[in-house]
């Protein structure tokens, strides 16, 4: 019997063990740093694991993420040369669909003006395009980002999306690669990042990028949405932004250091909704399914789906 080694950082284990022992009979599950003969391990189930750890591993035939990014598994330079997977799943893509609705209506129905209206008791109606006024751009059409256009198709936005390579989505404008960014920005009000963190797409999200959203649109200033990764993010540079009217808003799940320093002044800000990398949970048990389906199609001979190509960090 193949054994999974379970690595987490950061989170409590018992639960991921839990759920993994439908493996039961399949794979003997063992949860790091009790690994045992490091010869007997087959499979791998990891998030953020000290770097050189899964090297010490002989055997490994694949590295399962638990969560969908893997910019964290992709920065070990001693990381096997074994397929790394990435976890994908419609419980996580529909966790990642309620934040981005939540966060592009929040912003589109002007929630922050309304809570601080709120708070000094005023009662005053402000301007409110109707949603098809309003020009969605999702950075990103992979398997969250083309999820979340067809949702906010759905609500009536006018959508485009941007990608690497290019893409068909019904409904949703589809522009790809870095001749295309410019003009995807310039017919961008609301622009929601659900990139993956890599050496191409590292702090993307800047002034330079800010100032290319559109300054026509039918909302008072262009708000930026980010549920990808912090390291796609300028902090500063959004700070300025939004200082410099350049952007109206924000919404961040995402941050440089997580969890994000008391001392960050975006803490306090009054145009920015802040919540603390949860935008898509990894669910244990919806993990540990599409891991343990994979890992039973695997010892049947059946290719690994959702494959990280090493070479593009994603
Ligand atoms: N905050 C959270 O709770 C949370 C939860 C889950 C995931 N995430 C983040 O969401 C990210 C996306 O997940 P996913 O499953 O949708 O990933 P995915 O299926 O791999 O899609 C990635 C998308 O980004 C595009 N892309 C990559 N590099 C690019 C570049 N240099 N220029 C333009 N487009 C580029 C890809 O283009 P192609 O289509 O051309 O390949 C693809 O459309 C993850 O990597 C993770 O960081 C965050």
Redesign the pocket.
Known sequence: VAALLLAISGYRPEPWAGALSILRGACDVRVWPDAGDPADIRYALAWKPPHGLLAGFPKLEAIFSL?????ALMRDPTLPAVPVV???DPD??G??RE?VALHVLAHHRRMLDYAAQQHSRLWRELPQPAAREVRVGV?????????ACVALAMLGFQVA???????KVAGVACF???EQ?APFLARTDILVC?????P??EG?LNMRLFRLLARDGALPAPVVIN???GG?QNEADILAALKGGVIGAASL??FAEEPLPDTSPLWGHPRVILTP??????SPEACARAVVRQIKAHQNGAPLA?VVDRS?S?
């Open positions: 969560g969908a990014g893997v910019d990435r976890y994908v996580l893509t966790r990642m934040y950075m990103g059409l992979g398997v969250l980002g083309q999820d999306g941007w990608s690497r390579t290019p893409k790809a690669g870095a960014l659900l990139l993956p963190l890599t191409e797409t993307i549920a990808g990764r796609l799940d995402v990398h949860n935008a898509a949970w990894s959702h593009l994603y």
